[in-house]
């Protein structure tokens, strides 16, 4: 089965970058739906950024508050997966969970990483 890892967390000042990476120790496919969940303190997990599988289009979605400043992409060859984020604010701060989807769709999650933090600072 699929297992996932993230790195690339940390803190940084508001209006710097990060780029999160997410491993995968076992295969995937270009048909698992790829994304991102944030959990802030306080705060229930939210959807930040993903792609559908390509049976689903490949369709990429973002949070609103972080269109044109988050990125994703997905490198199938590497089995890896990232998060470019740019221009970070304060309400960024989050720990940043990557999660795959088998069925493509966001149906539901059936793989989850363990989390790395990112603390954005005013």
């Known amino acids: 089965q699929v297992q996932l890892v993230e790195s690339g967390g940390g803190s940084v000042q508001a209006g710097g970058s990060l780029r999160l990476s997410c491993a995968a120790s076992?295969?995937?496919?270009?048909?698992?739906?790829m994304g991102w969940f944030r959990q802030a303190p306080g705060k229930e997990r939210e959807f930040v950024a993903g792609m559908t599988g390509s049976r689903s289009g490949g369709i990429i979605s973002y949070l609103d508050s972080v269109k044109g400043r988050f990125t994703i992409s997905r490198d199938n060859a590497k089995n890896t997966m990232y998060l470019q984020m740019n221009s970070l604010k304060p309400e960024d701060t989050a720990v940043y969970y990557c999660?795959?989807?088998?069925?493509?769709?966001?149906?539901?999650?059936?793989?989850w990483g363990k989390g790395t933090l990112v603390t954005v600072s005013s």
């Open positions: 999660a795959a989807d088998q069925r493509g769709n966001w149906h539901d999650v059936d793989y």
């Open positions: 076992g295969r995937t496919f270009s048909s698992y739906a």
